[in-house]
Antibody, heavy 125, light 108 residues
């Protein structure tokens, strides 16, 4: 069974650093891109960025570029999302998800077929 | 940038058919995917590439896509279908996906 297991809930103070994790199992972890998605309380899904664990190639949404760092360690089948200085506005649920690529008639398309259960991050003084 | 527009809410009685729309410029030429998110849970893929279902998703759930609108259809709606539903597009010409704002399906 393909699974993504995320680390547990975190409560932090503004200015603190944080690294949350997403461990894959049941498939070739290095072969599939992992996406990170933010969901603020009561709001919709926001794509943050994506990493290819095989070579650590990373792409960021312009909204999150410079605000977070996405990394991966394929030897332990784990992707990470980290902050160096948290803000109250980082309070949200964070999901990792496996990206699938398929070919259509004249292009490729991508979707997320398996999601982790999410990591709640609360930043409060 | 590409925008997908969903109605904030849709209400339907049990046993009836729910239709959730996702509007965007020429969505008919894109591959549209749908996710279901029940309260307190992670999103789950329910339709990909307009009208394909992952294993385990009942055939009461279907999708269509034409012109400027993609539609998720849930037939014989049950209380357990109550959730937020998000459409999404991500094609090879873009660095990132676009999500619709989400639609809350209420089962009356």
């Amino acid at each position: 069974e393909v699974q993504l297991v995320q680390s547990g809930a975190e409560v932090k103070k503004p200015g603190e650093s944080l690294k949350i994790s997403c461990k894959g199992s049941g498939y070739s972890f290095a072969s599939f891109w992992i996406a990170w998605v933010r969901q603020m309380p009561g709001k919709g899904l926001e794509w943050m960025g994506i990493i290819h664990p095989g070579d650590s190639e990373t792409r960021y949404s312009p909204s999150f570029q410079g605000q977070v760092t996405i990394s991966a360690d394929k030897s332990i089948r784990t992707a990470y999302l980290q902050w160096t200085s948290l803000k109250a506005s980082d309070t949200a649920m964070y999901y990792c998800a496996r990206r699938i690529v398929e070919a259509s008639t004249n292009n490729y398309y991508y979707y997320m077929d398996v999601w982790g259960k999410g990591t709640t991050v609360t930043v409060s003084s | 940038s590409y925008v997908l527009t969903q109605p904030p809410s849709v209400s339907v009685a049990p046993g009836q058919t729910a239709r959730i729309t996702c509007g965007g410029n020429n969505t008919g030429i894109e591959s549209v995917h749908w996710y279901q998110q029940k309260p307190g849970q992670a999103p789950v893929l329910v339709v990909y590439d307009d009208n394909d279902r992952p294993s385990g998703i009942p055939d009461r759930v279907s999708g269509s896509n034409s012109g400027n609108t993609a539609t998720l259809t849930i037939s014989r709606v049950e209380a357990g279908d109550e959730a937020d539903y998000y459409c999404q597009v991500w094609n090879g010409g873009s660095d990132h996906p676009v999500f619709g704002g989400g639609t809350k399906l209420a089962v009356l």
